[in-house]
């Protein structure tokens, strides 16, 4: 589903969706195909949901945003630092 579409399905509604085709460019991330996950009236929610979905399988691209925007293209960010569990 194409991000017009999902904003005439959920108008004024967070979304939590998943990406089904996506490419990179200039470290933009531009989202062709969607799948929508859930709609939520508050982003909490929404996050809650997330977090659960992302623990779950991390290698799926899950996206939160609310449908009064118009355009969905994403910045990248380069992650700079270390993870480790602390003890």
Do not use: C
């Not at 967070?14 to 089904?20: C, F, G, K, P």
């Not at 490419?23 to 508050?42: G, M, Q, T």
């Not at 996050?47 to 990248?76: N, Q």
Request: no cysteine; net charge negative.
């Amino acid at each position: 589903m194409k991000w017009e579409q999902v904003r005439e399905l959920y108008p004024e509604q967070w979304v939590l969706v998943e990406a089904i085709s996506a490419y990179s460019k200039d470290s933009i991330r531009h989202l062709e195909e969607l799948s929508v996950i859930s709609n939520f009236p508050e982003s909490t929610f929404a996050w809650k949901e997330y977090k659960k979905l992302h623990l779950a399988d991390p290698s799926r691209e899950y996206y939160i945003f609310h449908t009064d925007h118009e355009t969905i293209d994403v910045k990248e960010q380069k992650f700079i630092g270390a993870r480790r569990r602390l003890q």
